[in-house]
């Protein structure tokens, strides 16, 4: 059972750089000393802080350096002008876990760059999901037809869980992002199979147009409109499996 009175990471991560005043760390000290989970969470901080140059030289080696720089340039310097190097590692380490890293990289993306629209945008942070990245998000009806809700209004297209549902897929969450200040709603399955789905929708700038595929980032793309919303479902099932799910959003989704 988790302690109600436990500290929480940021206070733990204010601990190991030294910011709190003498009470404060007195008083963590003797929490860690007493609770063994708090003083593996502790632990696991600590390691956060830990070199990871030679770790990850091959991976930066391999990174788009250009692309990165851009997309840290483009965020408000206010964002990280208050976070030690510790407690920036801890939020990413945070973020990560919760798959949100990818949905901010997507709203500070200068999209401009890809000149291929807003569906080479969507693959390249859904190629980052992960069966983790959803595991952990709520499985609450409430909360997800809150979610459907709200992205629906924002849309001007009702939506709801029996129409958005995806045959063998399991709903996860609804959200909106942003593309060129373009809205797209995003929602996003779990297939025990093949891992993340996303469908996705934003408003049709071409009218009614008939299902199409395409590949992107190693993943399958069934895509579509009608004449006020365009349509876009993304993963990693097989072309036949897509089209039977995309069919079945086609007749349930009318605008």
């Not at 291929?116 to 609450?140: F, H, I, K």
């Amino acid at each position: 059972m988790t302690d109600v009175n436990a500290p929480p990471d940021e206070l733990l991560v204010a601990y190991l750089d030294g910011e709190l005043d003498a009470d404060q760390q007195r008083l963590i000290a003797r929490q860690i000393q007493a609770d063994p989970d708090l003083a593996a969470r502790l632990e696991a901080l600590q390691c956060i802080g830990l070199p990871f140059k030679t770790a990850f030289d091959s991976m930066l080696d391999q990174a788009p350096a250009g692309r990165l720089q851009a997309m840290l340039n483009a965020l408000p310097p206010t964002q990280t002008a208050t976070l030690s190097r510790r407690s920036f590692l801890a939020v990413a380490a945070s973020f990560a876990v919760a798959g949100v890293i990818a949905d901010r990289l997507f709203l500070s993306w200068p999209h401009t760059e890809s000149g291929q629209g807003w569906r080479a945008s969507v693959a390249e942070y859904m190629a980052l999901y992960t069966p983790q990245t959803l595991e952990n998000l709520s499985a609450d009806p409430a909360s997800h037809l809150a979610q459907l809700s709200s992205v629906g209004a924002q849309l001007g297209l009702p939506l709801s869980i029996a129409s958005v549902n995806l045959p063998g897929a399991e709903f996860r969450r609804a959200q909106i992002l942003d593309y060129d200040s373009v809205l797209i709603g995003q929602l996003t399955y779990l297939d025990p199979r093949h891992g993340p789905l996303a469908l996705c929708i934003t408003a049709s700038k071409k009218g009614a147009q008939p299902m199409a595929t395409e590949q992107r980032r190693g993943m399958n793309v069934v895509f579509w409109s009608n004449p006020s919303h365009a349509f876009m479902l993304i993963g990693r099932n097989a072309f036949e499996d897509l089209h039977i799910m995309a069919g079945s959003v086609e007749k349930t989704l009318v605008s």
